[in-house]
């Protein structure tokens, strides 16, 4: 027996319990999963995201959408997070793994109406999961690492659909290039790629330059324009005197005080010169302010200067040049200087940059987008990064699968023969996880305009005949074999898709008491899923 006279919690506490907690998560998560599902696959449609502030984005990437709108619900955060790890751990899927987690729940929804115990469905869809694993493993084929036309297709299918498809032959030629080059023993970092964007030319004049090239010009007319055996300094303070406090008060009462007060001025500015030249530093790439007097005379020194350089660009000129970051000017020798075979200043359309080439580590790579618009060029850095993904997982693992929706159906096929090897009711959920993965051929029909029910009987009839490759073909809105099509993708994108959806899936099913102590904006958290689930938008 309760007793009603016991309060365990404050009364502003809001709690939902059992059922009503599980219906609720579940509607939340549903509804992300519904927000990308119209960008999913080449045909997929963009979104436009406008900021509080006016800015606005185009895309398709799941990954961005969901990190740009205000999302408030705490389940529908989880869903967020899952998009995040699928992002960071293979840079691509993000899309697919957000629409799967959705779909299962949807899914465990119809469980828990027929009274299965969410215990049972989470056990299910992770003895479900474990088999897709294995499925998806035993269905891998392996790729020869040298073969640059499979990883060009990997390239290509991950940024279809993205403003890519015009100069996917030259962008997916970067692509693969690019990791090429800085891949050491089947092991890449991608950051030791830079992307950086000229407004002007089109998509098609984008190009890889191998060194690191930054959006920041020479500083003063004077200084050179090119430097030959370059030896870099990186500063991270200020060139330029400290600025005095707002309340100082400098009270010059004669001519003579002023003419002193500006010689002695003159003199730091002088000190600070002199310290970077004694360095033997011919570049300087300073992340701080540079004034005009120091700039003057590092010119006239011959010395070429960058300033405000991004934070992100000291690391990799950083490393690209053997450089030390200095924050200290006394500390600044000659062995903190990095060195390059040149240091040029380009002009592009209206935009000035530095190109640092012959790097002493040759794996620094710099991708420059070219369009005609931001929001274009935005687009293709978010497609170009989703094939730098694919293309680096595939190096790494060497291991590929079909596309296009073959694989999901193909492991839907097995599972559901899996689950009538079952007797409990697990079995249940087995075939619904089985079904939910069935959610990705008919999502990219629907979104290429073709009839999902015809496709899906049809593929599902393929695949029972043992064509385990068919899907969907949307170069040119058919069924057939996706790898004589040439899709393929990696066999980590599909892996972690399966692991992240299951995850969370498997986490918010298991939720049945909500708890909530944070007042909303109105004073009291709602539940209803809507209202809170996108504030921004109302
Ligand atoms: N030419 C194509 N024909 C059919 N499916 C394709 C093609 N290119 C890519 N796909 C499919 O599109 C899906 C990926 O779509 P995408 O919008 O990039 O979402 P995600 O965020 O999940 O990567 C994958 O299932 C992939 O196989
Ligand atoms: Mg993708």
Sequence with gaps: ???????????????????????????????????????????????????????IIITNDGATILSEMQIEHPAAKMMIEIAKTQESEVGDGTTSAVMIAGKLLENAEKL????????????????????????????????????????????????????????KEKLSDIVVKAVKQIQENGLVDL?????????????????????????????????????????IALIDVPLELKTLELKTEVSISSPEQLQKFILQEEDSIKEIVSLVRESGANVVFC??????????????NGIYVCRRVARSDMRKIAKATGAKIVSNLNDLTQFELGSAESVENVKKGDDNFTY????????????????????????????????????SCVLKSGLVVPGGGAIEMEI??????????????????????????EFIPVTLAENAGMDPIDVLTELRAKHDSGDKNAGLNLFENKIG????????????????????????ANMIL???????????????????????FMNELE
């Design 481 to 504: 074999n996706a790898l004589e099509a040439k899709i393929i993708e990696p066999y980590d994108l599909k892996k972690q898709e399966i692991d992240s959806a299951t995850e969370v």
């Design 412 to 437: 839907s096929r097995r599972l559901k023969n899996f689950g009538q090897t079952l007797s409990g009711r697990e079995r249940l959920a087995v075939e619904e996880f089985a079904n939910a993965l």
């Design 191 to 231: 950051d030791d790629i830079k992307i950086e964007k000229v407004k002007g030319e089109g998509i098609g004049d984008t190009e890889l330059i191998s060194g690191i090239v930054i959006d920041k010009g020479k500083i003063s007319p004077d200084m050179p324009s090119f430097v030959k055996e370059a030896r």
């Design 287 to 300: 992340q701080k302010g540079v004034d005009d007097f120091a700039s003057f005379l590092l010119g006239r």
């Design 1 to 55: 027996m309760t007793d009603k006279s016991i309060t365990l919690m404050p009364e502003d506490i809001q709690r939902l319990i059992g059922k009503d907690a599980q219906r609720n998560n579940i509607a939340a998560a549903k509804m992300v999963s519904e927000v990308v599902k119209t960008t999913l696959g080449p045909k997929g449609m963009d979104k436009m995201l406008v900021s509080p502030t006016n800015d």
């Design 112 to 167: 828990l109406d027929s009274k299965i115990h969410p215990t049972v469905i989470v056990k299910g869809y992770r003895l479900a999961a474990e088999k897709a694993q294995e499925i998806l493993s035993e269905l891998s084929m392996k790729v020869e690492f040298g073969d640059e036309f499979v990883l060009k297709q990997i390239a290509i299918t991950a940024m279809t659909g993205k403003g890519a498809e015009d100069s």
């Design 510 to 532: 298991r939720i049945d008491d909500v708890i909530a102590s944070f007042p909303s904006k109105k004073g009291k958290m709602n539940f209803d899923g809507r209202n809170n």
């Design 356 to 391: 640092i080439r012959g790097c002493m580590n040759p794996k620094a790579v710099t991708i420059l987008i070219h369009g005609g618009s931001e929001h274009v060029m935005d687009e293709i850095e978010r497609a170009m990064r989703d094939g730098l993904g694919d293309v």
